[in-house]
C-alpha cells in the first residue's frame, strides 16, 4: 500500500509550516528527480534558495529501490560524493541563517575506514551531520568565523540502525548554539532523541555560515556523501529526501517536516497509523439493531500541501485483514463516523484508510490501519440470586 508522494520538496514544505512561518529552505533533493533504479547519479536536482542543483564529484553514486521508492546510493568504497554548483564559495560569501534544521531520509550501512562520514556538508565544519560507517553513532559539525572545527559524537549506546528512518537536526542560534539530534525508523511510535550538545562558535551568535572560514581555503563547498577535499569522511549507506532550513523549526513543525518525509519515502508506510480510534482497538461491545458507530480523531497531516480535504474509505467485515466485505465509506471528505451494524457474534474488522487526493499530482495513501472488535450478544440469560432462607 506504499505509495510515493510527488512534489517540490522545498515548495511543499515551506506551504507546510504556514503563513507565520519565516523558516526557509537553503537546499532540498528529492528522491523522484533521481534517475532511473540501477543508473549513475551525475546529477541531482535542488530546490531552495540554494537551487543549482548538485552534480557527481567523484565516485561511481547510483539510485537503489526500497519497497517502490527510489534511493540515492554513496559508497565508502568508491569515495561516493555530489557537490553542489554554486562552486567553492568566495571567503565573505556567507549565508545568513538564524539557527539551522537538517531533516534527511537515510539508510546507514555499516563499513570500516576513515571518520564523520558526513550525510550533509556545508562549509567542511559550519553545519555538518553524519553517521559513523562502523559504530552507527551519529556526528555533528556546527563552527564558526574563525574557522573552529569540533566533532561531536553521539553517546555509545545511540546508535543508528542499519535501517531506513529520518536523521534530525536541529540547531539554536545563540553563541555555541545547543543542539539535539533525532532519529525516527519505521518501528518507532515517535523520534528517539540521540543526544544534545553545543556548536563551537567562539561565543558569537550562530546566524551565518561562513565560507572558506580561516585555515580552509578549501571550505567553501557544499556536498552529500562526504566532504571537500578528502575521501575518508564519505558516508557509506543510502540518501532520501533531505531539507536544510535556515532556522530552528519549532518542535511543531519539526514534526511536520519529518511526518512528510517519512511518508514520502514509504519509510512507516501508511499501514499502522494511529487513527485514534472509538471502540478502541479489541474493545468489546453488545449487538443490537441500532447501528453502531465507528468514529476517529486523528487524521493524517496533509503531505502535498494542496488546499484539500482528505478522502476516507472504511470496510467492515469478519475477515481478519479488513478486506472483502463490505465497503461503507467511500472517498468520504475529512469524514470522522460512520454507522455499521454488528448484527452476529463474534470478531469484527474495520480497516479505514485515508488518501490525500493531492490535486496537483499523484494521489497519496497518508494512513491505514485495521482494528478490531468483539460483538456479544445481548440476549444474555439474566442472573437471578437465590435468597438463603431458600436454600
Not at 57 to 86: C, F, I
Not at 155 to 179: C, H, N, R, Y
Not at 180 to 187: L, R, S, Y
Not at 290 to 310: G, M, Q, R
Request: with cysteine; charged share 20%.
Amino acid at each position: 500500500m506504499k505509495k510515493t508522494i510527488m512534489f517540490a520538496v522545498a515548495a511543499a514544505l515551506v506551504l507546510a509550516l504556514g503563513a507565520t512561518a519565516q523558516a526557509a529552505v537553503l537546499f532540498s533533493v528529492d528522491h523522484d528527480n533521481l534517475p532511473a533504479v540501477g543508473a549513475t547519479v551525475e546529477t541531482w536536482e535542488s530546490a531552495g534558495i540554494l537551487n543549482d542543483g548538485f552534480t557527481r564529484a567523484q565516485g561511481n553514486p547510483t539510485v537503489v529501490e526500497l519497497d517502490g521508492v527510489k534511493w540515492y546510493s554513496n559508497k565508502y568504497a568508491t569515495s561516493d560524493k555530489m557537490r553542489h554548483n554554486s562552486g567553492n564559495h568566495a571567503s565573505g560569501d556567507n549565508i545568513a541563517i538564524n539557527g539551522a534544521t537538517i531533516v534527511a531520509a537515510v539508510k546507514p550501512e555499516r563499513t570500516t575506514g576513515g571518520d564523520w562520514h558526513l550525510v550533509v556538508d556545508i562549509f567542511y565544519s559550519q553545519l555538518c551531520l553524519g553517521i559513523h560507517n562502523e559504530s552507527g553513532r551519529v556526528k555533528v559539525k556546527i563552527g564558526g568565523s574563525a574557522g573552529q572545527n569540533p566533532t561531536w559524537t553521539s553517546p555509545v549506546d545511540k546508535v543508528i540502525p542499519e535501517e531506513p528512518g529520518v536523521l534530525t537536526l536541529s540547531v539554536g542560534s545563540e553563541g555555541d548554539p545547543a543542539f539535539e539530534v533525532f532519529w525516527q525508523g519505521a518501528d518507532d511510535p515517535e523520534p528517539i532523541s540521540m543526544g544534545t550538545g553545543n556548536g563551537s562558535t567562539g561565543g558569537g551568535a550562530y546566524t551565518a555560515l561562513y565560507a572558506q572560514a580561516p585555515d580552509r581555503p578549501y571550505g567553501g563547498y557544499i556536498n552529500i556523501g562526504s566532504n571537500n577535499p578528502d575521501t575518508w569522511p564519505t558516508y557509506n549507506g543510502l540518501i532520501g529526501d533531505t531539507i536544510v532550513f535556515d532556522e530552528q523549526l519549532s518542535p511543531e513543525e519539526l514534526s511536520d517536516v519529518r511526518n512528510q518525509v517519512l511518508a514520502a519515502m514509504g519509510i512507516r508506510g501508511s499501514i499502522g497509523y494511529d487513527f485514534d480510534p472509538d471502540p478502541a482497538d479489541e474493545a468489546t461491545v453488545l449487538t443490537s439493531a441500532v447501528p453502531l458507530t465507528l468514529s476517529w480523531s486523528n487524521l493524517p497531516p496533509d503531505p502535498c500541501n494542496v488546499a484539500d480535504s482528505t478522502l476516507v474509505d472504511v470496510w467492515w467485515d469478519t475477515l481478519e485483514d479488513g478486506t472483502g466485505g463490505t465497503q461503507v465509506l467511500t472517498e468520504s471528505p475529512d469524514a470522522l463516523t460512520v454507522d455499521v451494524t454488528a448484527d452476529v457474534i463474534g470478531t469484527y474488522y474495520w480497516k479505514i484508510v485515508a488518501t490525500d487526493p493531492n490535486t496537483d499530482g499523484t494521489p497519496v495513501v497518508t494512513g491505514e490501519a485495521v482494528y478490531s472488535l468483539i460483538a456479544e450478544s445481548l440476549n444474555v440469560e439474566p442472573t437471578v440470586e437465590v435468597p438463603d432462607f431458600y436454600t
